[in-house]
């Protein structure tokens, strides 16, 4: 059997013409006649009518509205830490007297915490993603291969300085 006669067949098939006649279906609606909203600006046009309609609200009921957290930008994190990394030389950060120097190792502890969180996660998910597409290792380019070579021997270096500054 050819595949024009097996698609001919299958065009002549009930469950084809059923098929067929569900996609054929108009638009429907399943919300027949549900009333609208009745919640006056809650599409508005922009987001400063809609805070000022509701602290309005909220003061003529005696509230306060209580402001909005930020979420958490990991990109702020890393920009912190590079800040930190680039407060200038070694000199410029030990001479700096607004912090002592308990707070800038507990800081600077507190920040390589918080990037190597986030390279953990970064690692977490490109090996993720490298078992569920099944990325063969030979794929890879030689200079992926050869920077994750160099990330694992300055891992080790970082972690025997850890291990001394633990110590």
Do not use: C
Not at 32 to 52: I, R
Not at 134 to 145: C, F, K, P, Y
């Amino acid at each position: 059997m050819n595949v024009e006669s097996f698609i001919k067949k299958l065009k002549e098939s009930e469950e084809y013409r059923e098929f067929a006649e569900e996609l054929s279906l108009d638009e429907m609606s399943v919300t027949a006649n549900v009333a609208g909203y009745d919640t006056p600006k809650a599409f508005s046009a922009n987001e400063k009518d809609f805070e000022e309609h509701n602290k309005e609200t909220a003061e003529v009921y005696g509230y306060k509205l209580v402001p909005k957290n930020k979420k958490r930008n990991y990109e702020s994190v890393y920009r912190q830490a590079m800040d930190v990394i680039s407060e200038g030389t070694y000199k410029d950060f030990r001479k700096d007297e607004s912090r002592t120097s308990n707070r800038k190792i507990n800081d600077s502890i507190q920040n390589i915490n918080r990037i190597m969180y986030e390279v953990e996660r970064v690692v977490d998910h490109a090996s993720k993603l490298k078992v569920e597409m099944a990325v063969d290792q030979r794929t890879l380019w030689r200079e992926s291969r050869s920077r994750l070579t160099k990330i694992a021997e300055r891992i080790n270096r970082i972690s025997k300085k850890i291990n001394e500054l633990g110590a």
